[in-house]
C-alpha cells in the first residue's frame, strides 16, 4: 500500500494551514493520490507476477490428485502466451513443480496475486483469465479445483457469478449454475454461450439492471487499462469487451430496448 502521497499531503497541509484540520484534509488529498497512482501504474510481469500465478497453477492441477499430460501443456502454453524468456521460463517451471507439492501452501500464492492486482477488478480478471484454460485442461472441473479457485476468487472480489460469466466468455459452459460448477469444454460455433450468462444476470433482470451490468463489465475489461502487458493478454481482453458488447446487442435485440 502506497503512503507517500499520505505522508506528504499531511505535512504540506499542516504547514499551509498550521492545524490538525489541514493536516488531515492533506492527509486525504494524499490518499487520494496514492489511489490514483496504484490504478493507474502498469502492471509488471516480473517475478512478483510470474512466480505465484505459476505456483498457484501447479497447486491447482495437483489439487484434483494428479498433474495429467493435458494440465503440463496448459502450463506450457500459459508461459507461451506470457512470452516468458528463458530466465523467466526456468522460474515458471521451478515454481509449477513447487506447487505441486503436497505441503505447498496455496494461500501464499493467493496473498502474492491479490497484492499483484493491488484491487484492480482488470488485472483480476486478467489472472483468471490466464488460468481457465488449465482449470478445464481435462475437460470436467473437479470439484477440488473449483475449490481452490473459488479461494483465488474470494481473494480477488469475484464472484461466482463474474467467475461464470468469464467462463461463458472463454467457451466453457455452466452446467446448473454458478453453484454446480463448470463442466463442460468450449462448444464450436458463434452462439455457443448464452448472453444473460457473460452479462452475469438472470433471464428476469430488467432493463436497467441489464444496462447497469453491462457498463459495469466494460469498465472491467477495457483493454486500455491493462498498461503494458503481452500483446496476447491486450488481446484477449479486447476479446473479451467484444464479447460483452455481443451479449448486450443480443439481449437488447431480444428484449427490444435501445
Not at 5 to 21: T, Y
Not at 102 to 109: G, V
Not at 169 to 193: C, I, L, S
Request: some cysteine; aromatic content about 8%.
Amino acid at each position: 500500500m502506497r503512503i507517500a502521497g499520505k505522508l506528504i499531503g499531511a505535512i504540506v497541509g499542516l504547514i499551509l494551514f498550521h492545524n490538525p484540520f489541514g493536516l488531515l484534509i492533506g492527509a486525504m488529498i494524499g490518499h487520494f493520490y496514492d489511489v490514483a497512482i496504484t490504478q493507474l501504474r502498469p502492471p509488471s510481469m516480473g517475478s512478483g507476477f510470474i512466480e505465484p500465478l505459476f505456483a498457484f497453477a501447479g497447486a491447482l492441477s495437483k489439487s484434483d490428485g494428479r498433474v495429467s499430460e493435458g494440465e503440463i501443456a496448459a502450463a506450457e502454453s500459459l508461459m507461451a502466451r506470457l512470452r516468458l524468456d528463458g530466465t523467466r521460463r526456468r522460474i515458471a517451471i521451478e515454481r509449477f513443480n513447487a506447487g505441486k507439492q503436497q505441503d505447498f501452501e496455496a494461500q501464499l500464492a493467493i496473498s502474492d496475486l491479490k497484492r499483484w492486482c493491488g484491487g484492480r477488478r482488470d488485472l483480476a480478471f486478467l489472472v483468471l483469465d490466464l488460468l481457465l484454460d488449465l482449470v478445464y485442461a481435462e475437460g470436467t472441473l473437479a470439484e477440488a479445483k473449483l475449490v481452490l479457485l473459488r479461494k483465488l476468487c474470494w481473494a480477488l472480489g469475484v464472484s461466482d457469478h463474474e467467475l461464470a460469466a468469464l467462463s461463458a466468455m472463454k467457451g466453457y459452459a455452466a452446467q446448473g449454475g454458478p453453484r454446480g460448477g463448470w463442466a463442460h469444454p468450449p462448444q464450436p460455433g458463434p452462439m455457443r454461450v448464452d448472453p444473460y450468462t457473460v452479462l452475469g444476470i438472470e433471464r428476469s433482470a430488467g432493463e436497467r439492471e441489464i444496462k447497469r451490468a453491462y457498463r459495469k463489465l466494460m469498465s472491467q475489461h477495457h483493454p486500455d487499462k491493462l498498461g503494458d502487458v503481452p500483446d496476447e493478454l491486450k488481446r484477449r481482453a479486447e476479446d473479451r469487451a467484444r464479447e460483452i458488447n455481443a451479449a448486450y446487442e443480443r439481449v437488447k435485440s431480444e428484449r427490444g430496448f435501445k
